[in-house]
DNA sequence: TATGAATGAGGCTTCATTCAT
DNA sequence: AATGAATGAAGCCTCATTCAT
């Protein structure tokens, strides 16, 4: 069934679908999900209007493709910490925020549809995004829960204090990429140990 | 000239400038700005169209309004720290953390506005909030800045360090607003302790 | 019943009515009547909205009330020619002419609007302005045909050439009017030569 | 790359436009520009409303394509008098005029709204129709003072005079445009006959 | 009579989506 | 699959007129 050229067609059709979500991206992180008009994405991606909804349901779906393909990626490497390993809960910490630092910094357009863009768009969105955060909120509050039991942390509220975490990281890496700032890879070390060793004096017992 | 009667008209005419403002308050914070159509403040509002047009230029200059005076209102309450004072460094802080929380949630509503949906609504408003993040960030930047040179705070960066401390705050603020929790005076003044303690364990030198 | 106070009354409502016409001639006039906006013409007269609405019944009817009393006193200062006068024809249209032009120049904004504002303004009013150049025009073209019953004339297509004449003039003045000249009586007096002799050169039968 | 396709899309979507043109001609000389809407326009030429804005950016836009389409012609077909032809000066003069009456009388809808129509339609147009009737004034102008100098016609103002003829031709032909009439080809010639008898009756030496 | 706030019909323009070729 | 013309709902704003004080 599935000859070649069959595969040569979904392989052609696939390549175009990255080309409108690669140009979206850029438009989306330039203007804003409101500024950006489904005219500014087709001249980004040189297609004809037709061609878009072809490959796009709406505005709306292509949106929410960019984010979600991207929270998941975000969520994919946030690993639970392993008490059990033979690496420090620090450095699984740590491990953890730098492989969020690059995920961010290699993909700028993204981190700005998500940091700046992606707030207010509509009420589903902002539930999607909601969601996300809720879920990165849950990782960290249980960690916080863990540590508190552990006698690790400090005897904290978990829920705010996750959030007082979150916030903080969330805040500096937006300002860093708003400003178009690519930190090399021992800038990137350095702001990862910052951010965590912030973190962890904050909620440390000692 | 003005008389009773004048006086009187002007008193009612601002009357109804805040009705409206009232009203677009609440469908501003209530369905985001592009989401909110006049229509929809008019209604609020009970008034009719021409009214509005009578009372502010056009729907983005009322919500640059609503924005101004808020973040405004919000500078105002941030006092430095004066160090010859007999109050105590960390009490100064606490009051500045505890009278922003007061306003944010006795605003909730406004305060919505500001960290929810006034991001990505313009070009021109979103200058306007980095502006006035990039102000309150100026003041955190500047205490970190004194507490080092007095030997107080560890040698950090402060530059980051104040995104962190800002982000952090905002964060965990616009979870509970979201979330529609109005703490009482009590629970506030945890609050504002847990701020402020998590904020200065990440920063103080010991 | 009519005392005193009453008629003092009658006088200040028509002095107020005078006011506002005055402003709104020249308002009418620099603007246009569709770009002239009633907001325009109480900012002239200096009154308050409902005061324009208590004098006048609409937008329309004071422009038209301007033009009809215009275009009133341009009627009755149009003589027919006696042949039986003492004084020759010649003279009897020179002193028409000289009239005409004096009302026209010494009413610059009302001649503005009725040589150029009063077009195409609405079907009704187009209607009306019609009427009254089709009265002058009919003035016109029955001095034409008595002047070809008499030999005087040559024998012209009266109903055209009295479009001739009337075209030619109003452009004239217009122009003049258009760029603000206001001509002294010398002036005035050798225009209104130039007029007829243009005009009759172009019927006299010699 | 421009193969059969592409071409006849071209010429649909031209055809489109002019479609569009001239439902909008025959609205606009109808009701005037202001009396129009686009529903106007929108109706007459049997198109949505998306449409409209896909071929013209506005209505001021149309309106002024329309104008300044006509007004080009008209320029165009004004030929200076050559001295040197083997054509008498008159006769040219007369193939002036008959090839202005003739677009005029062939475009009736645009007759009108260049003469009753476009005038106080707003300030930016006014200026540009001022501008053309400036040319045309200004050709007729040289022609007198050429006249002048070669001993042919009398000694006038030739601005003046200028404005004479322009006008009662002008006048002349918004009244029979006006009231609908077409004349056939005889019609026509006599009536550039008399045209150009009465203004040069006016200015001749003898 | 004077005021000026309130009204709402009316008009222009945008833009996401559809559809015939 | 690609194209781009066509669609029309939706939204913003103006301004002549009314009306309560």
Redesign the pocket.
């Known amino acids: 069934m599935t000859d070649g050229r069959v595969t040569r067609?979904r392989a052609?059709?696939e390549e175009?679908r990255q080309q409108i979500l690669y140009a979206a991206r850029g438009v989306f992180a330039h203007r804003g999900y409101?500024?950006?008009?489904?005219?500014?994405?087709l001249g980004a991606a040189?297609?004809?209007?037709?061609?878009?909804?072809?490959?796009?349901?709406?505005?709306?779906?292509i949106f929410s493709e960019l984010l979600d393909s991207f929270t998941d990626r975000l969520s994919g490497v946030v690993h639970r910490v392993d008490l059990t390993s033979d690496v420090s809960a620090r450095n699984q910490l740590l491990a953890n925020v730098q492989r969020i630092l690059a995920i961010l910094f290699d993909n700028q357009d993204l981190t700005t549809i998500l940091l700046r863009e992606a707030v207010g768009v509509d009420t589903e969105f902002d539930t999607k995004i909601a969601e996300f955060w809720g879920h990165v909120h849950l990782l960290v509050k249980r960690s916080l829960k863990t540590g508190i039991e552990l006698g690790i942390l400090r005897s904290i509220d978990p829920e705010l204090y996750a959030w007082f975490v979150l916030g903080g990281i969330k805040e500096a890496i937006a300002q860093l990429v708003a400003r178009g700032e690519t930190p090399d890879a021992e800038q990137r070390r350095r702001l990862a140990e910052n951010v965590l060793d912030y973190t962890l004096r904050g909620i440390l017992r000692t």
Do not use: C, W
């Open positions: 067609a052609l059709r175009r409101h500024a950006s008009s489904i005219a500014d994405i040189n297609i004809a209007r037709g061609t878009f909804y072809l490959h796009f349901e709406s505005k709306k779906t």
